[in-house]
């Protein structure tokens, strides 16, 4: 009984550090990205959620928000390579992952790779690229390689795709395939700052650009540990009951068209982790996955084409659906 209750203090101690670790690791990486955007940490908040469970962003919002920045800065805070991709309706899926050249000297093909061979890569405005182009991320985005002439290259760890498009205009672009959509751990807005904090953006970028002041806060071997940590984090069976009924009801609801897959209900899981860590938790509450949902499961959902004649979005189908569904641990109201 000694022997396995010591064993559990220790296991106990080794996540409580773990936690700690990624907790810190998160912070320091928000301080410095927020020192670039300003008044937008619940945004920066779920971008370094993001990084630490090493998933991909869509940022849909209009021109002149910071997303340019928010990439740079990210890459910067983490001391990885920054790669900025403009899509465009010409451009082709060489383009984006490199081609093989032939050497006149050595008489072989050598591979030059593409853009998207960095590890922090800004995909921007993604929706005017073709769907053949598009489907060059697929690869990428789900298994970390690219294939060139039947040869796979790996990329370096840790690697981010952070895709934007605007949702305002629409002419010349070709919409996400589901499978690609599917694959973006996270969608969320920056939007407009606040009047004062719009005055501080003015006041900070007077005489020089604070990124270009901006120092390397955290290696990549303490962001690989939080990574791995991230994943200690407890999860009871009710919460992950929890995260599936969620999902189910993406799937049944009235206005859907096509729910969130299973890889939706992955997103929501492993995000409600780092959440709960990068709050210093080592378990997982309900709020975490109610705080997670929308940004992780409406941009999965296909919403009917009656409901959106109606005007009813994925975004407020998720609402609804958190608004109906019980709450572990909750106890019912009775009227």
């Not at 093989?100 to 005017?128: C, H, K, W, Y």
């Not at 009813?312 to 009775?334: F, L, W």
Request: proline share 5%.
């Amino acid at each position: 009984m000694e022997t396995a209750q010591e064993t559990r203090r220790l296991h106990n101690g080794t996540v409580q550090r773990q936690v700690l670790l990624v907790q810190s690791v998160a912070e320091r990486i928000v301080q410095h990205v927020g020192k670039v955007i300003i008044g937008k940490r619940n945004e920066i908040l779920l971008t370094v959620l993001g990084l630490v469970c090493k998933g991909h962003l869509l940022i849909e919002d209009i021109p002149g928000v910071g997303k340019t920045m928010l990439a740079k800065a990210l890459a910067q805070a983490i001391g990885c390579s920054f790669s900025r991709i403009q899509f465009t309706p010409d451009m082709l899926p060489s383009d984006v992952t490199g081609v093989s050249l032939f050497n006149q000297q050595t008489r072989e093909f050598e591979f030059r790779g593409g853009p998207i061979m960095a590890q922090i890569v800004l995909a921007d405005e993604i929706n005017r690229a073709t769907p053949k182009t598009q489907a060059a991320m697929l690869e990428v985005m789900e298994e970390q390689q690219v294939t060139v002439d039947g040869v796979t290259y790996y990329l370096d760890d840790p690697f981010m795709i952070l895709a934007t498009q605007n949702p305002i205009e629409y002419e010349g672009t070709f919409p996400l395939p589901e499978a690609q959509l599917d694959r973006f751990l996270l969608r969320i807005q920056l939007g407009y700052p606040k009047p004062q904090e719009e005055i501080d953006v003015l006041t900070v970028q007077q005489y020089e650009h604070p990124i270009y002041r901006l120092e390397q806060t955290v290696t990549v071997d303490e962001l690989r540990q939080a990574q791995e940590a991230v994943r200690q984090v407890y999860v009871a069976d009710e919460v992950k009951r929890y995260i599936v009924d969620l999902v189910l009801a993406t799937r049944k609801h009235a206005d859907v068209y096509l729910g969130s897959s299973p890889r939706g209900s992955l997103a929501l899981f492993r995000t409600a982790q780092a959440r709960a860590a990068m709050a210093g938790r080592e378990y997982v509450i309900p709020d975490d996955v109610k705080a997670l949902a929308e940004v992780t499961l409406a941009h999965r959902i296909i919403v009917s084409p009656v409901a959106r004649v109606k005007d009813i979005s994925s975004r407020s189908i998720v609402q609804e659906i958190m608004a109906r569904t019980p709450i572990p641990g909750a106890t019912p109201q009775v009227n």
